[in-house]
């Protein structure tokens, strides 16, 4: 369905190669590209932070969209403003203000979102609806690419009524893979994060793959 956008998260891409990841997934047809910060803190992992980021921002011509695994949030909305980021996602499990986060990302002027863990009911999101641009959906526990999807199905079916004629994109992260692409699509979600589906059987100097597993989610 064309009308659901791929966000490739660069999390599966070759780390000493970024900026040819990047440019390869836009020419093979991504609608945005993901970029996932973790802290080592929020989520038992460790990424990228803010230079990075600022470093990746010349080789995305779509929509760069950072997904932050961090608390606290507050600290860094600046950093990444100042980095590029298009869209900056914070977990509403991140901190007991959500509320102030996500005003203070727009007033950075960058559009807001929220991420769900898979514990997290769509509740949580209710009374900030009209600070956020993007619902993440967690469908795995956040930190690590590669895991099994969890069936979310129900609570992306809630948030679609919940939004309402909002404009807020459902974007779901965590093993989307053709077969369950399907799945979280029909239940309302617009935009589908993928690392491992799309990033496998290429290479940074083999990155004809990436088209055929972006056309086939
Ligand atoms: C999980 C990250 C995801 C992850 C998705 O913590 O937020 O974006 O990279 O990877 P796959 O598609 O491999 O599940
Ligand atoms: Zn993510």
Not at 65 to 82: K, R, S
Request: proline share 7%.
């Amino acid at each position: 369905d064309r009308s659901i956008k791929i966000a490739p998260s660069i999390l599966a891409a070759d780390f000493a190669s970024f900026g040819a990841e990047i440019r390869a997934i836009e020419a093979e047809g991504a609608d945005w590209v993901h970029i996932d910060v973790m802290d080592g803190h929020f989520v038992p992992n460790l990424t990228f932070g803010p230079p990075a980021v600022k470093a990746f921002r010349p080789h995305v011509k779509t929509v760069m969209d950072v997904h932050l695994m961090i608390t606290p949030v507050d600290p860094f909305i600046d950093a990444y403003a100042e980095a590029g980021a298009d869209i900056l996602t914070a977990h509403v499990e991140a901190g007991p203000h959500i509320h102030r986060t996500l005003q203070a990302i727009r007033a950075a002027g960058m559009k807001a979102g929220v991420a769900l863990n898979p514990a997290t009911p769509a509740e949580a999101v209710q009374h900030v609806l009209d600070l956020t641009d993007l619902v993440c959906v967690m469908t795995v526990n956040p930190g690590f690419g590669g895991q099994k999807f969890i069936d979310m199905t129900t609570k992306i079916a809630a948030l679609r009524a919940m939004i309402g004629d909002r404009p807020i994109h459902i974007e779901i992260d965590g093993g989307v893979d053709p077969t369950t692409a399907p799945m979280v699509a029909g239940a309302g979600a617009d935009v589908l994060v993928a690392g491992s589906a799309v990033f496998r059987g290429g290479s940074a100097d083999n990155t004809a793959p990436y088209g055929d597993n972006i056309r086939a989610i």
